[in-house]
């Protein structure tokens, strides 16, 4: 005898055209909702570019004040990015598995530069390392004074901007499975080699993302930079100090610099994505 | 045919046509609704004050006496650089007095005609001082060592008033023959940083991070006068700077304004000025 199997069709899904219009557009008007922000977001955005012509920003682009500030901002945030990343990434591998007290305690200190204001890193940096400072007293007959220089602007964002990465870090560190690791161990790699050839390789998604709020973060640093590095162009005067004090007498070279910060981070930003996208669909 | 599509459309053609507002920056805006709580909602009335950050200690003090004899006011602050609330009076700023340290910035706002004109009255005068920390660690003893090389300089940004004073007085000092030739120049090449406001030259001076600020005299009165040690500029050189004071046009408080305004240019203002190393006015 032989089975007869029927093969039985899955239940399809609810076809949509028989629900009623009016159900279907109460049910997918929920996505109104996402407006508010949205728009909250994007009108800002969209405003400066029609306050400022094409003409205004080319005149805008001529000015060396302006042309200083976006210098100084893109090379002092790419080194805040190296330094974070390189100091960063030991403190991240500490903290991503250990439950000690002691790391609880060290994780919560490393959020904190995150919920301060920046006047207050400003503040507490000016106390450290200036002149009279804790470890700056220490420091100036040596010569070396920091507050003012673009090494300060570099120190300014770093201590506002690495803890993004090390969270970051520490979280893509911790996704990495223990098994795989202990399997690389076994095989007889050391904990650098493992850390070389498995943890990085399986992590790096979320170390680029911790970059990139690592330099979205320092690239807008404003209130740590101009307590404790000061405001000078072409040395300490980073594009958020700029648009600060530009928006006091020439609106232009304020619009003008906020049209090519947010230009940049666009570019950079869907970059970075794109890159993703390719990479997690191989 | 299915009017999803369209209701969406619709909502969202409604929702960007509702936001789209005039883009012209500088027309008076509307006049925003009082808050609910605050001030008014005790049975005071607020006074908002737009004052440069010099008068921080002088209204301050001026605020309390004036509080005591009209006794249903509140006076409410907001201390910055002149240029910065110039900015803000000019693109609608909600206020109901305008104190300038310059009348540079008094004339931006009567331009966009949020002051008249004629409403505008000096009501107190200022000049500049060098200051050093109390320790003076540079040894600073007279103006020509400004010009000193590797003296840490502090000005304020040439946009503040009292940075462009600053400026002024470096310009005289280049034609005066007492000064060594490229006084401006050497002394420029000094400069560490350019402040937003004459308070932050001031407390970065006192905290000993620099060696060198030129502010105004007022600024070396009060709680920071115990770090800081000042050195006369002579009045040949020196820039009197004159404070103007107006109502703004659209106060909320057209009864209580003038009172302020003329408190302060009366005896008593004036003589909290003048506690406070301003030079009051003798006659308004």
């Known amino acids: 005898m032989v089975a007869v199997v029927r093969t039985v069709s899955p239940p399809s899904p609810p076809r949509l055209t028989q629900k009623p219009r009016l159900r279907r557009a109460i049910q997918g008007s929920w996505e109104l909702l996402t407006l508010p922000l949205l728009l909250f977001i994007l009108i800002p955005i969209a405003s400066l570019f029609f306050h400022l012509t094409p003409a205004d920003l080319v005149t805008g682009l001529e000015q060396a004040q302006v042309r200083q500030a ?19 990434t030991p403190l ?22 995150i919920v301060l204001p920046p006047a207050v ?34 120190m300014a964002q770093t201590f506002v901007a690495a803890p993004l990465y090390v969270k970051s870090a520490a979280l893509g560190f911790a996704g ?15 904990r650098w080699q493992v850390f070389q050839h498995v943890v990085v390789p399986l992590s790096w998604v979320s170390v680029l993302s911790g970059c990139l709020l690592t330099w979205a973060r320092a690239m807008g640093e404003f209130g740590a930079t101009i307590i404790f ?42 970059l970075v994505r794109w890159v993703l996208n390719a990479r997690l669909d191989r | 045919m299915n009017p999803l599509p369209k209701f969406r459309s619709l909502a969202l053609m409604l929702l960007l046509s509702a936001c789209s507002l005039s883009p012209n920056g500088t027309a008076a805006t509307p006049r925003p609704e009082p808050p609910s709580t605050g001030p008014r909602s005790a049975g005071l009335i607020p006074i908002t004050v737009m004052a440069a950050s010099s008068l921080t200690g002088p209204f301050t003090e001026i605020a309390k006496d004036f509080e005591s004899t009209h006794w249903n006011s509140k006076v409410l602050f907001d201390f910055a650089g002149s240029q910065q609330l110039a900015q803000q009076l000019a693109n609608g700023a909600p206020a109901d007095v305008f104190a300038s340290a ?12 949020r002051i008249q004109a004629g409403g505008v009255k000096t009501f107190a005068r200022n000049r500049l001082v060098v200051i050093t920390p109390a320790s003076n660690p540079a040894g600073l003893k007279n103006l020509t060592d400004l010009a000193r090389p590797g003296l840490k300089l502090i000005l304020a940004a040439q946009e503040v008033p009292v940075g462009q004073y600053s400026l002024t007085f470096l310009e005289k000092a280049a034609v005066d023959p007492a000064f ?15 402040e937003p406001d004459d308070k932050t030259v001031v407390t970065k001076v006192a905290l000993g991070e620099a060696d060198a600020g030129i502010v105004y005299s ?49 005896p008593q203002g004036q003589a909290i000025l003048g506690k406070y190393g301003f030079v009051p006015v003798t006659s308004p």
Do not use: C, W
């Not at chain 1, 002149?131 to 007293?137: A, C, E, H, T």
């Not at chain 2, 310059?102 to 005609?113: A, E, H, L, N, R």
């Open chain 1, 70 to 88: 976006i210098q100084l901002s893109l090379t002092t945030s790419l080194a805040t990015v190296v330094l974070s990343a390189a100091l960063g």
């Open chain 1, 92 to 113: 991240a591998y500490y903290l991503h598995r250990r439950a000690s007290r002691l790391a609880r305690l060290i994780d919560t200190l490393v959020d904190l530069p």
């Open chain 1, 121 to 154: 890193a400003g503040v507490a940096l000016l106390t450290a390392f200036g002149r009279q400072g804790l470890v700056g007293r220490a420091m100036s007959p040596l010569g070396v004074t920091l507050p003012f220089t673009t090494a300060a602007v570099i």
């Open chain 1, 176 to 190: 990495v499975d223990l098994e795989l690791r202990r399997a690389a161990a076994l095989d007889g790699a050391n």
């Open chain 1, 229 to 270: 590095a000061g405001n000078f162009p072409g040395r300490t005067q980073t594009m958020p100090l700029a648009i600060y004090i530009g928006f006091e007498i020439d609106l232009r070279v304020a619009l003008t610099l906020s049209i090519i910060l947010v230009a940049f981070s666009f570019v950079v930003l869907a």
């Open chain 2, 102 to 113: 310059s009348p540079q910035y008094m004339d931006t706002v009567v331009m966009s005609g």
């Open chain 2, 180 to 194: 060594p030739p490229g006084f401006k120049d050497r002394v420029l090449a000094n400069v560490v940083s350019y």
């Open chain 2, 218 to 266: 007022s600024d070396v009165f009060g709680a920071s006068a115990a770090n800081l040690v000042s050195l006369a500029i002579p009045d040949a050189l020196n820039v009197i700077a004159n404070y103007p004071i107006a109502v703004v046009q659209d106060s909320q408080t057209p009864g209580l304004a003038p009172d302020f305004v003329g408190f302060v240019l009366g």
